[in-house]
């Protein structure tokens, strides 16, 4: 018989587990389906999966390569959590949404490409991942939420896109080697912290925008461009 669901918690805990092919036949893997396979080096994924549904990957420590599918769409919360040596992740032009703490804890990604279909990305999504130096954020993409990249240490390029509109609370909190960022006329509101522990910071800003009474409220370093 052919094989076209994998169920929740699956391979949970199957820490012996090492690498996986998944057949074309696959069209969904469940919840926790290899949560805490911290054995499992490598998966591809087949074309026909869609969705990575809640945690089914958290933990899954030993995995540094992961071939994500070219229809994926959406990326669930908590799904590549922990993953700390995933070392680099290519999505699909398909993916419209990353959820909450979807990457948190990738210690070892060192860059991102978020596609333009891309219009929301989680709180948490990519906090902790402390090796993750550069950032291109999608034109889709309105708003970066709460500790989105927060504690990403030698983080030091952010490229925004699209029409940003907001920067939620801490979203770039502890991000120490972030030396400049620019804020887009479009963004309306920034949250608390938004920068905070950044001490060498240089924001630019747009004479007359929010982001110009921001700096200026919050006594950060800023130039106007």
Avoid: W
């Avoid at 390029?157 to 120490?176: D, H, K, M, P």
């Avoid at 982001?211 to 409220?217: F, Q």
């Amino acid at each position: 018989d052919t094989v076209e669901t994998i169920c929740d918690r699956a391979f949970y805990g199957c820490k012996s587990l090492k690498k996986i092919d998944l057949p074309n036949s696959v069209s969904s893997i469940g919840k926790s389906a290899f949560h805490g396979c911290s054995g499992l080096e490598e998966i591809n994924l087949p074309d026909t999966i869609t969705n990575i549904e809640y945690a089914t990957f958290y933990a899954c420590r030993g995995l540094f390569r992961i071939g994500l599918p070219a229809s994926l769409k959406s990326i669930s919360s908590c799904a590549f959590r922990g993953c700390a040596n995933l070392e680099s992740v290519t999505f699909p032009e398909t993916l419209e949404e990353i959820g909450e703490s979807a990457f948190e804890g990738c210690r070892s990604i060192a860059s991102l490409n978020i596609p333009d279909r891309v219009h929301i990305i989680g709180a948490h999504s990519f906090g902790s991942c402390v090796l993750l130096e550069n950032v291109v954020l999608g034109k889709k993409i309105s708003h970066i939420p709460t500790e989105a990249f927060a504690r990403c240490e030698l983080l030091n390029q952010v490229t925004i896109n699209g029409c940003l509109t907001s920067i939620e609370n801490e979203a770039f909190y502890g991000c120490r080697n972030l030396l400049s960022f620019t804020i887009p006329e479009s963004v309306t509101d920034i949250g608390h912290d938004a920068f905070g522990d950044c001490p060498h910071i240089m924001l630019f800003v747009y004479p007359g925008s929010y982001g110009l009474k921001y700096a200026k409220y919050e006594r950060l370093l800023h130039s106007e461009i």
